[in-house]
């Protein structure tokens, strides 16, 4: 069974940076899109990065761009957000999620595509 494990949430203020992680394992990792997304409280899970399996395509949520940056090792099965100048916006449970694709330029910013989800980790960000 596909296993998707985050880390590296936790409490930070205003300002502040945190970088996530995704470990996978039992799955092909170097053949999946890899996507974050987010989950506040009262809302919806949306996206926010996600990166080819080539890793030189990524794609981010307009509110994200040039504050967060998604990377990946494949060596590694491990994928990971880089979050700098954190806002309480930005609090949220962060997912990641995998997509096998066939082509290694592609990316998946849509919710429903993504195959297989970790369980999230907690990002609160105070003000």
């Known amino acids: 069974q596909v296993q998707l494990v985050e880390s590296g949430g936790g409490l930070v203020q205003a300002g502040g940076s945190l970088r996530l992680s995704c470990a996978a394992s039992?799955?092909?990792?170097?053949?999946?899109?890899m996507g974050w997304f987010r989950q506040a409280p009262g809302k919806g899970r949306e996206f926010v990065a996600a990166?080819?399996?080539?890793?030189?395509?990524?794609d981010y949520q307009d509110s994200v761009k040039g504050r967060f940056t998604i990377s990946r090792d494949n060596a590694k099965n491990t994928v990971y957000l880089q979050m700098n100048t954190l806002k309480p916006e930005d609090t949220a449970v962060y997912y990641c999620?995998?997509?096998?694709?066939?082509?290694?330029?592609?990316?998946?910013?849509?919710?429903?595509?993504?195959?297989?989800w970790g369980q999230g980790t907690q990002v609160t960000v105070s003000s």
């Open positions: 990166i080819s399996w080539s890793g030189g395509i990524t």
């Open positions: 039992r799955l092909t990792f170097s053949r999946n899109v």
């Open positions: 999620a995998a997509k096998p694709s066939p082509i290694g330029t592609w990316v998946y910013t849509d919710i429903n595509v993504y195959d297989y």
